[in-house]
C-alpha cells in the first residue's frame, strides 16, 4: 500500500516537471476594460486574486504541453464576465452575470522552444459569447472567475496543445 502511495505521489511530481515553463505579465492593469470588484471587497485585494487566479489557470493548462518549451503571456485586457450593478446588495455595488454577459481575455504569446527559438506567437482575444450560463450556474458561482478560466482552458484545448501536436 505505501509503494502505492509513493508512485502516485512520484508519477505526480514527474507530472509537473516536464510541464512547459510560464510566465505571465499583466501589461498597464490599471487600463483594463473591466476589472471593478464592486462593492464585496477591495480593488486592490480583487485585483490580486483575478490575476492569480488567472495565473494558476495559464500553469495548470500548461502541464498540457512539453517540458522543453516555454510560454510567455502578457496579459493586456480583461473584461470580465457580466457587469456591476450600482446599490443592489444591501446598497453596495455587486456583479451580475446574465445570459447576455461573456467575458473576454486579451493578450499577447509567445512559445520558444529549448533553444530560445520562437515556435508560436500571435496575439489571442479570446471571448465566448455563447458560454455555458447554466454550468456558472451549477458550478461557477463557487469558484472565482470560472468563466474566464474556462475560456483560458478552452484555448488550450482547442488552439495551443493541437498546434504543439503538429511540430
Given at each position: 500500500m505505501k509503494i502505492t502511495y509513493a508512485l502516485i505521489i512520484a508519477a505526480c511530481f514527474s507530472l509537473s516537471a516536464h510541464a512547459a515553463n510560464v510566465s505571465v505579465d499583466f501589461v498597464k492593469k490599471e487600463q483594463y476594460?473591466?476589472?471593478?470588484?464592486?462593492?464585496?471587497?477591495?480593488?486592490?485585494?480583487?485585483?490580486?486574486?483575478?490575476?492569480?487566479?488567472?495565473?494558476?489557470?495559464?500553469?495548470?493548462?500548461?502541464?498540457?504541453?512539453?517540458?522543453?518549451?516555454?510560454?510567455?503571456?502578457?496579459?493586456?485586457?480583461?473584461?470580465?464576465?457580466?457587469?456591476?450593478?450600482?446599490?443592489?446588495g444591501m446598497g453596495q455595488d455587486i456583479r451580475q452575470?446574465?445570459?447576455?454577459?461573456?467575458?473576454?481575455?486579451?493578450f499577447y504569446m509567445i512559445l520558444e522552444n529549448k533553444d530560445g527559438e520562437i515556435v508560436f506567437q500571435g496575439r489571442q482575444n479570446l471571448k465566448e459569447k455563447r458560454l455555458r450560463h447554466g454550468d456558472?450556474?451549477?458550478?461557477?458561482?463557487?469558484?472565482?472567475f470560472f468563466m474566464e478560466t474556462g475560456l483560458i482552458t478552452k484555448w488550450f484545448d482547442t488552439v495551443l496543445v493541437p498546434a504543439v501536436a503538429k511540430l
Open positions: 476594460k473591466d476589472i471593478h470588484a464592486g462593492g464585496t471587497q477591495s480593488q486592490p485585494r480583487f485585483e490580486e486574486k483575478l490575476f492569480k487566479t488567472l495565473e494558476k489557470s495559464f500553469a495548470k493548462n500548461a502541464e498540457k504541453l512539453p517540458g522543453d518549451l516555454s510560454l510567455k503571456i502578457s496579459v493586456l485586457d480583461i473584461d470580465l464576465a457580466g457587469a456591476v450593478a450600482h446599490g443592489l452575470i446574465s445570459d447576455k454577459d461573456f467575458p473576454r481575455v486579451l456558472f450556474r451549477m458550478k461557477g458561482s463557487q469558484s472565482d
